[in-house]
C-alpha cells in the first residue's frame, strides 16, 4: 500500500510561485514514475508533468513548460513540483500520483496511487 499526501497549496498573486510537495509512503517509491495532475472547478482532470524513476526526464503540458519544474528525492521519499509565474488558470486542485511503471505517462490510467489533493488559488 502507498499514500501519497500533498502539501504547499495556497493563494498566490499572478505572477507569483508556489511548491508543492508530495510525500510517499512505502520503500518502492524510487523505482516507480510520479505525476502531477489538476482539476479546476467544473474541468476534467488534466496532466501536469511526470518524472522518471530516476529524475532522468522530466514531461510538461504544453500549458506549464518553461514555467513549473518537477522534481523528486528519493532519499526523502519526496516528490516536488516547483510552480512560477503563476496564471489564474493554474487555480485548481493539484494531485500527486504513483505510476504502476517506471516510464513517463499522461494518461491518468496509469497511475495506481493518489493523494488527497492541495488547493492552488491564484488570483489576478
Known amino acids: 500500500q502507498v499514500q501519497l499526501v500533498e502539501s504547499g497549496g495556497g493563494l498566490v498573486q499572478a505572477g507569483g510561485s508556489l511548491r508543492l510537495s508530495c510525500a510517499a509512503s512505502?520503500?518502492?517509491?524510487?523505482?516507480?514514475?510520479m505525476g502531477w495532475f489538476r482539476q479546476a472547478p467544473g474541468k476534467e482532470r488534466e496532466f501536469v508533468a511526470s518524472?522518471?524513476?530516476?529524475?532522468?526526464?522530466?514531461y510538461y503540458a504544453d500549458s506549464v513548460k518553461g514555467r513549473f519544474t518537477i522534481s523528486r528525492d528519493n532519499a526523502k521519499n519526496t516528490v516536488y513540483l516547483q510552480m512560477n509565474s503563476l496564471k489564474p488558470e493554474d487555480t485548481a486542485v493539484y494531485y500527486c500520483?504513483?505510476?504502476?511503471?517506471?516510464?513517463?505517462?499522461?494518461?491518468?490510467?496509469?497511475?495506481?496511487?493518489w493523494g488527497q489533493g492541495t488547493q492552488v488559488t491564484v488570483s489576478s
Open positions: 518524472i522518471k524513476w530516476n529524475a532522468v526526464s522530466t
Open positions: 512505502g520503500r518502492t517509491f524510487s523505482i516507480y514514475a
Open positions: 500520483a504513483k505510476s504502476k511503471g517506471t516510464y513517463h505517462s499522461a494518461d491518468g490510467d496509469d497511475y495506481d496511487y
